[in-house]
């Protein structure tokens, strides 16, 4: 009959169209260059048993979409109504079911659901699974940025505060403590893990362990306001012995700046960013001769009256041991110093900070991310004059370890 | 309010009652047109009221889809300052909440109104008048709703509006106001409408009408109407909760002062995950009125297709947290959700199977209708199969609130939904307005329109994957978002063109009736229930007699009957067995101004609770006049004439339900057994005829001509 060869031709070709559809999609999703978000390129452990999970469902996802398409395809060219069709001749017979048939086709998908559910109790069991001695990491989300507390002596007083660049060792189970410290938001570095909710007023554990040393992009995924869509963070995965490095750098006070311009924005950082800003030891109330201290207060925003802002604003302590800032927005270091894996981005050969970027910050920085500081949201915009922006990028940059080469 | 209503018992349906004395009040006199422009504020009748829900709904549909069209063009290419962050965080919350509860939700219920009472053999819903009040308290609260732009901006907190990101704290504006207040008169307006359809299917069916031999659309409407009554209270808790913290300094979700942030996340998805299949299941349900149809063979499985959306109805009540796998509850409750919501897709996909089962060996015609429905099948699986790869929790964490999301529940949402509700404008079209719909032009709306689709929300299944994050107002270069996003905003604008086409179809086509009529007839596709027994369009009384149900697919049984291979054999002519609707002496409620007046009370009151309560007061001056007025009028105007014949019986009679006269489904069963149908002839006419009820009887006379 050749309804049925034209059927069967239709549905031949339509199912080499849908796999080579397949084929195109699997190719592009699967290049792993320039989509620092894909969720399909793992590069840690749980990552990666979410990975294992993914491939079976969505073969067999697939196989279905296939089989369904084209049987429609099919039986859409097969059974249309010929245009000559009469009333009374070659009417359909009036099946009205057929009961074995359709006990068949719940029970199947049933088993096949059920085989799949036994892969996703292992993996959500595996993903529970926070390891032997963790590190532990406590993160808090607000709008719109994620501050990283490292409690390294277990006092319950985080040593290290910094934000926007989460660092961890390579090889080790680090246990990712998610809070937040005003809206529900989000902390997903999708290369490492999926995502989890940083909700007020609960601690959520998120287990991360990579062996592959590297920067990972990740993204605020729970909507929570005006600039929701730029709440990015990074985590930076270090081999252990730079994690070390690290760790050193990070627990000693900056050096003294040196520089009379650097001094200058030294005072004008006590007298406006302290309200909002730590660089530890210095409060509003510092007087000259500054000095640092290598423990960041705890709380320091709550314990300074500020009617100007949110509460809580970035320690820029050791700022420049960062590679982005402003929610990792812009670039805090100058070519490659800005992507390498390392522990200190400053000896990067040919390290040069983004003064352009500071200064761009400093001039207005809610045209770099929509904020709402009349309602405490976000960084008010200063009004600093020129001189006053380039003083302060001068002090901002000294926030770095001593080590630096001169810049 | 009928409830409380003095009705006098049923037994005395026949013989004269003493007219009620109660007059309307004072200088107001009661409507009486049942014609003209006037006619709409005042009616009770079920069919214009469906009609009202559809045109209304269609117009939010635009606003929702302007929306959804700024929101294509700022993700167009990354960095796009077309909409700030904050108008972008409007929008998108508008269009969400636009598409779902002024959109997909009322023009779902255009069809229940219109043809649930039509295809349960009813003269009307069981309560007109409380009809009337579920369409004016919705509408009033979708534009009170919407007035939110011109007072300090629409809601900004997304549909699902979690706290404490919805607080006065966070969102100083005036929109989340809006939203919960709109919320909750809407929500009043869909109660009364489940209530009252609710009632309807249970008692107003036609004699013989069992439950088990409703038209399936009846049936998944029945089942939405029932998932309304219980999730509606849900999700009025929460929206009251939130009108509390919002303007009264309640913390309920606050938790530095011992409320809780999670209560809002349950008590939302409690509402909106059964919200979900509230949305889908009218539309399976037209689909699988409009496949058999147009294959000609009845639906396959039956028991199955009735039994799995009651199993969806069911099931849906147990999967609301798998909204919240990443939220941090516990790794129990993740797995149970987690297995909970995979086992969901075996009643779904029962649904997919048998439609194709009924396409099968069938003849199909590809009307708009059938196309609509068709594509309703591919699309649904789609968005079913990309559903079941994130009822795994591990995979969901990767998934949840990217872009894979969007495109799976508007795969869901609109390839299911909307493309089911197209399919019934161009299958009912022609019953409700009495004249086609161009199919050439539909058939332009239909490829336009399913290209346009796949090509907005295909790709986003890959921008997702490739981590694109939900409610954003943009991208930058190097997250690699570029080229799909462009793609999915042409797609959009292609959407855009096939809904032009559509609205063009209808404009052509009406002016093309008007100078040419020419009148479809009743039966115009061959179809197989009891609303294409009446002329189209549908006479106000709908039945001139209630028919006597025999079988399901009732209607299709008296045109044919089969051969010994099953095959259908026409026993009558259609024109033999449908009704003339010219009966003269149906008593139908009267018009009534009061559901209107009530219903303007409640926005009031809303601006009232935002701006300054004063305001209320004229509102609740609206709302309890309306009450009064409602409760003191009898629901059939003593003094007004009934048709042709008004003065035989039931004067005064004022039960709100129209056809309570009828009997009940129990009484019809008994009836059934007689022959000729004499159960018929008690609805409603005097003297009553012998029905031609049986396809027995019919096929003698078909065969005596």
Same mark, same amino acid.
């Given at each position: 009959?050749?309804?049925?060869?034209?059927?069967?031709?239709?549905?031949?070709?339509?199912?080499?169209?849908?796999?080579?559809?397949?084929?195109?999609?699997?190719?592009?999703?699967?290049?792993?260059?320039?989509?620092?978000?894909?969720?399909?390129?793992?590069?840690?452990?749980?990552?990666?048993?979410?990975?294992?999970?993914?491939?079976?469902?969505?073969?067999?996802?697939?196989? =279905?979409?296939?089989?369904?398409?084209?049987?429609?395809?099919?039986?859409?060219?097969?059974?249309?109504?010929?245009?000559?069709?009469?009333?009374?001749?070659?009417?359909?017979?009036?099946?009205?079911?057929?009961?074995?048939?359709?006990?068949?086709?719940?029970?199947?998908?049933?088993?096949?659901?059920?085989?799949?559910?036994?892969?996703?109790?292992?993996?959500?069991?595996?993903?529970?699974?926070?390891?032997?001695?963790?590190?532990?990491?406590?993160?808090?989300?607000?709008?719109?940025?994620?501050?990283?507390?490292?409690?390294?002596?277990?006092?319950?007083?985080?040593? =290290?505060?910094?934000?926007?660049?989460?660092?961890?060792?390579?090889?080790?189970?680090?246990?990712?403590?998610?809070?937040?410290?005003?809206?529900?938001?989000?902390?997903?570095?999708?290369?490492?893990?999926?995502?989890?909710?940083?909700?007020?007023?609960?601690?959520?554990?998120?287990?991360?362990?990579?062996?592959?040393?590297?920067?990972?992009?990740?993204?605020?995924?729970?909507?929570?306001?005006?600039?929701?869509?730029?709440?990015?963070?990074?985590?930076?995965?270090?081999?252990?012995?730079?994690?070390?490095?690290?760790?050193?750098?990070?627990?000693?006070?900056? #050096?003294?700046?040196?520089?009379?311009?650097?001094?200058?924005?030294?005072?004008?950082? &006590?007298?406006?960013?302290?309200?909002?800003?730590?660089?530890?030891?210095?409060?509003?109330?510092?007087?000259?001769?500054?000095?640092?201290?290598?423990?960041?207060?705890?709380?320091?925003?709550?314990?300074?009256?500020?009617?100007?802002?949110?509460?809580?604003?970035?320690?820029?302590?050791?700022? *420049?041991?960062?590679?982005?800032?402003?929610?990792?927005?812009?670039?805090?270091?100058?070519?490659?110093?800005?992507?390498?894996?390392?522990?200190?981005?400053?000896?990067?050969?040919?390290?040069?900070?983004?003064?352009?970027?500071?200064?761009?910050?400093?001039?207005?920085?809610?045209?770099?991310?929509?904020?709402? @500081?009349?309602?405490?949201?976000?960084?008010?915009?200063?009004?600093?004059?020129?001189?006053?922006?380039?003083?302060?990028?001068?002090?901002?940059?000294?926030?770095?370890?001593?080590?630096?080469?001169?810049? | *309010?009928?409830?409380?209503?003095?009705?006098?018992?049923?037994?005395?349906?026949?013989?004269?009652?003493?007219?009620?004395?109660?007059?309307?009040?004072?200088?107001?006199?009661?409507?009486?047109?049942?014609?003209?422009? @006037?006619?709409?504020?005042?009616?009770?009748?079920?069919?214009?009221?469906?009609?009202? +829900?559809?045109?209304?709904?269609?117009?939010?549909?635009?606003?929702?889809?302007?929306?959804?069209?700024?929101?294509?063009?700022?993700? @167009? !290419?990354?960095?796009?300052?077309?909409?700030?962050?904050?108008?972008?965080?409007?929008?998108?919350?508008?269009?969400?909440?636009?598409?779902?509860?002024?959109?997909?939700?009322?023009?779902?219920?255009?069809?229940?109104?219109?043809?649930?009472?039509?295809?349960?053999?009813?003269?009307?819903?069981?309560?007109?008048?409380?009809?009337?009040?579920?369409?004016? !308290?919705?509408?009033?609260?979708?534009?009170?709703?919407?007035?939110?732009?011109?007072?300090?901006?629409?809601?900004?907190?997304?549909?699902?509006?979690?706290?404490?990101?919805?607080?006065?704290?966070?969102?100083?504006?005036?929109?989340?106001?809006?939203?919960?207040?709109?919320?909750?008169?809407?929500?009043?307006?869909?109660?009364?409408?489940?209530?009252?359809?609710? $009632?309807?299917?249970?008692?107003?069916?036609?004699?013989?009408?069992?439950?088990?031999?409703?038209?399936?659309?009846?049936?998944?409407?029945?089942?939405?109407?029932?998932?309304? $009554?219980?999730?509606?209270?849900?999700?009025?808790?929460?929206?009251?909760?939130?009108?509390?913290?919002?303007?009264?300094?309640?913390?309920?979700?606050?938790?530095?002062?011992?409320?809780?942030?999670?209560?809002?996340?349950?008590?939302?998805?409690?509402?909106?995950?059964?919200?979900?299949?509230?949305?889908?299941?009218?539309?399976?349900?037209?689909?699988?009125?409009?496949?058999?149809?147009?294959?000609?063979?009845?639906?396959?499985?039956?028991?199955?297709?009735?039994?799995?959306?009651?199993?969806?109805?069911?099931?849906?009540?147990?999967?609301?947290?798998?909204?919240?796998? #990443?939220?941090?509850?516990?790794?129990?409750?993740?797995?149970?959700?987690?297995?909970?919501?995979?086992?969901?897709?075996?009643?779904?996909?029962?649904?997919?199977?048998?439609? *194709?089962?009924?396409?099968?060996?069938?003849?199909?015609?590809?009307?708009?209708?059938?196309?609509?429905?068709?594509?309703?099948?591919?699309?649904?699986?789609?968005?079913?199969?990309?559903? !079941?790869?994130?009822?795994?929790?591990?995979?969901?964490?990767?998934?949840?609130?990217? +872009?894979?999301?969007?495109?799976?529940?508007?795969? /869901?949402?609109?390839?299911?939904?909307?493309?089911?509700?197209?399919?019934?404008?161009?299958?009912?079209?022609?019953?409700?307005?009495?004249?086609?719909?161009?199919?050439?032009?539909?058939?332009?709306?239909?490829?336009?329109?399913?290209?346009?689709?796949?090509?907005?929300?295909?790709?986003?299944?890959?921008?997702?994957?490739?981590?694109?994050?939900?409610?954003?107002?943009?991208?930058?270069?190097?997250?690699?978002?570029?080229?799909?996003?462009?793609?999915?905003?042409?797609?959009?604008?292609? =959407?855009?063109?096939?809904?032009?086409?559509?609205?063009?179809?209808?404009?052509?086509?009406?002016?093309?009736?008007?100078?040419?009529? &020419?009148?479809?007839?009743?039966?115009?596709?061959?179809?197989?229930?009891?609303?294409?027994?009446?002329?189209?369009?549908?006479?106000?009384?709908?039945?001139?007699?209630?028919?006597? /149900?025999?079988?399901?697919?009732?209607?299709?049984?008296?045109?044919?009957?089969?051969?010994?291979?099953?095959?259908?054999?026409?026993?009558?002519?259609?024109?033999?067995?449908?009704?003339?609707?010219?009966?003269?002496?149906?008593?139908?409620?009267?018009?009534?101004?009061?559901?209107?007046?009530?219903?303007?009370?409640?926005?009031?009151?809303?601006?009232?609770?935002?701006?300054?309560?004063?305001?209320?007061?004229?509102?609740?001056?609206?709302?309890?006049?309306?009450? +009064?007025?409602?409760?003191?009028?009898?629901?059939?105007?003593?003094?007004?004439?009934?048709?042709?014949?008004?003065?035989?019986?039931?004067?005064?009679?004022?039960?709100?339900?129209?056809?309570?006269?009828?009997?009940?489904?129990?009484?019809?069963?008994?009836?059934?057994?007689?022959?000729?149908?004499?159960?018929?002839?008690?609805?409603? #006419?005097?003297?009553?005829?012998?029905?031609?009820?049986?396809?027995?009887?019919?096929?003698?006379?078909?065969?005596?001509?």
């Amino acid at each position: 009959m050749p309804r049925n060869r034209k059927a069967t031709v239709v549905a031949l070709i339509s199912t080499a169209a849908i796999l080579l559809g397949f084929w195109l999609i699997i190719r592009t999703i699967g290049q792993p260059t320039g989509k620092p978000l894909n969720t399909l390129a793992p590069f840690g452990q749980q990552a990666q048993d979410i990975q294992n999970l993914t491939i079976p469902v969505f073969a067999v996802a697939g196989v =279905i979409f296939v089989l369904v398409m084209v049987a429609v395809i099919w039986m859409v060219v097969r059974f249309r109504a010929p245009d000559d069709a009469v009333e009374g001749e070659h009417e359909p017979a009036q099946t009205h079911g057929n009961t074995p048939l359709e006990i068949g086709w719940t029970i199947v998908p049933a088993v096949i659901l059920a085989v799949l559910a036994v892969l996703n109790v292992q993996t959500l069991l595996r993903l529970d699974d926070t390891g032997e001695n963790p590190l532990e990491v406590t993160v808090a989300g607000q709008q719109w940025w994620w501050e990283y507390r490292y409690d390294l002596d277990g006092d319950q007083t985080p040593e =290290i505060v910094t934000a926007t660049q989460m660092v961890m060792p390579a090889g080790r189970d680090v246990t990712v403590k998610i809070q937040s410290n005003d809206v529900i938001h989000s902390f997903w570095i999708p290369s490492l893990n999926g995502k989890k909710d940083a909700v007020p007023g609960r601690t959520h554990e998120l287990v991360f362990n990579s062996d592959n040393p590297g920067i990972y992009e990740g993204q605020c995924t729970e909507f929570c306001g005006l600039s929701h869509g730029v709440m990015r963070m990074q985590v930076k995965v270090l081999p252990p012995a730079e994690y070390d490095v690290w760790i050193r750098e990070m627990t000693k006070a900056p #050096a003294q700046p040196t520089s009379a311009a650097a001094s200058r924005g030294e005072a004008l950082f &006590v007298g406006q960013c302290a309200r909002c800003h730590e660089v530890n030891g210095l409060t509003p109330d510092s007087t000259p001769p500054f000095t640092y201290s290598d423990e960041p207060s705890p709380d320091y925003g709550v314990e300074v009256d500020s009617s100007l802002s949110s509460k809580n604003a970035p320690n820029l302590t050791n700022f *420049m041991m960062r590679q982005t800032f402003a929610g990792n927005l812009l670039a805090l270091w100058e070519g490659d110093a800005a992507t390498a894996v390392v522990a200190v981005p400053g000896q990067v050969p040919g390290a040069t900070p983004d003064k352009v970027n500071i200064k761009r910050w400093l001039r207005n920085p809610q045209d770099v991310k929509p904020m709402d @500081a009349e309602n405490n949201q976000g960084m008010p915009n200063l009004n600093l004059s020129e001189d006053q922006i380039d003083d302060l990028t001068e002090y901002l940059v000294t926030l770095g370890p001593s080590t630096r080469p001169a810049a | *309010m009928a409830i409380t209503e003095e009705r006098p018992p049923l037994e005395l349906t026949s013989g004269d009652l003493p007219p009620l004395e109660v007059e309307t009040l004072g200088v107001f006199h009661r409507p009486r047109a049942t014609h003209g422009w @006037a006619s709409w504020f005042t009616t009770v009748d079920h069919k214009k009221i469906g009609i009202m +829900y559809g045109f209304a709904s269609f117009f939010f549909l635009l606003v929702g889809g302007f929306e959804a069209i700024l929101i294509r063009t700022q993700l @167009a !290419v990354p960095g796009n300052k077309l909409l700030s962050a904050d108008l972008y965080n409007q929008v998108f919350t508008m269009h969400g909440v636009t598409m779902v509860f002024l959109v997909v939700m009322p023009l779902a219920a255009a069809f229940a109104n219109y043809l649930l009472p039509l295809q349960i053999g009813a003269r009307d819903v069981a309560f007109p008048r409380m009809n009337a009040l579920s369409l004016w !308290v919705w509408l009033l609260g979708a534009i009170f709703f919407n007035t939110s732009w011109f007072l300090g901006g629409g809601a900004d907190g997304g549909w699902f509006n979690y706290a404490p990101n919805s607080g006065v704290v966070f969102s100083p504006s005036h929109g989340i106001d809006f939203y919960a207040v709109g919320l909750l008169i809407m929500g009043i307006g869909s109660t009364v409408s489940a209530v009252n359809l609710t $009632v309807t299917v249970l008692n107003m069916r036609a004699p013989g009408m069992t439950l088990m031999r409703m038209p399936v659309f009846t049936w998944m409407t029945f089942i939405v109407q029932v998932l309304l $009554v219980f999730a509606l209270p849900v999700i009025t808790v929460a929206l009251i909760l939130l009108t509390a913290d919002r303007m009264f300094g309640a913390t309920f979700f606050d938790a530095s002062a011992g409320g809780d942030p999670f209560l809002w996340e349950h008590l939302f998805w409690i509402f909106g995950h059964p919200e979900v299949y509230i949305m889908i299941l009218p539309s399976f349900g037209i689909a699988s009125e409009v496949i058999p149809t147009f294959s000609r063979k009845p639906i396959f499985g039956y028991p199955f297709m009735v039994g799995s959306g009651i199993a969806i109805g069911f099931m849906g009540w147990g999967v609301w947290a798998h909204h919240m796998f #990443a939220s941090g509850m516990g790794p129990i409750s993740v797995l149970a959700f987690s297995l909970a919501t995979m086992f969901i897709a075996v009643p779904t996909g029962v649904k997919i199977l048998n439609w *194709m089962a009924t396409m099968y060996g069938g003849r199909i015609r590809f009307t708009t209708a059938m196309l609509f429905s068709v594509g309703l099948v591919a699309m649904f699986t789609i968005g079913g199969l990309s559903g !079941v790869t994130h009822a795994f929790a591990p995979m969901d964490t990767q998934q949840t609130d990217t +872009y894979y999301i969007v495109a799976h529940f508007h795969y /869901v949402l609109f390839g299911g939904a909307l493309f089911g509700l197209f399919s019934g404008m161009y299958f009912w079209w022609p019953k409700i307005f009495g004249y086609f719909l161009n199919e050439k032009l539909g058939k332009w709306h239909f490829w336009l329109m399913i290209l346009g689709f796949n090509l907005t929300f295909g790709p986003m299944h890959i921008l997702g994957l490739q981590g694109m994050m939900r409610r954003t107002y943009t991208y930058t270069e190097g997250q690699g978002f570029n080229g799909w996003n462009l793609v999915a905003t042409i797609g959009a604008y292609l =959407i855009a063109v096939s809904i032009l086409v559509f609205m063009w179809n209808v404009i052509r086509s009406y002016r093309q009736h008007r100078a040419n009529p &020419v009148n479809p007839g009743p039966d115009p596709w061959d179809a197989r229930s009891l609303e294409w027994m009446v002329p189209s369009p549908t006479p106000e009384h709908n039945f001139d007699e209630v028919p006597v /149900v025999e079988d399901f697919d009732e209607f299709w049984h008296r045109k044919y009957g089969h051969d010994e291979q099953g095959r259908p054999v026409r026993i009558a002519a259609t024109e033999d067995v449908v009704q003339k609707g010219d009966a003269t002496d149906v008593h139908l409620p009267s018009p009534s101004y009061w559901p209107l007046v009530l219903a303007a009370g409640l926005p009031l009151i809303g601006y009232g609770l935002i701006f300054n309560l004063w305001w209320a007061l004229p509102g609740a001056i609206l709302l309890i006049a309306g009450i +009064y007025g409602w409760v003191l009028e009898p629901s059939t105007d003593p003094s007004a004439g009934h048709g042709h014949d008004d003065d035989h019986h039931h004067d005064g009679d004022d039960g709100d339900a129209a056809a309570l006269e009828e009997p009940s489904g129990d009484e019809a069963d008994t009836a059934s057994g007689d022959e000729a149908g004499e159960g018929a002839g008690v609805a409603s #006419a005097d003297e009553p005829e012998p029905a031609m009820a049986s396809a027995s009887a019919d096929a003698e006379d078909g065969g005596s001509k």
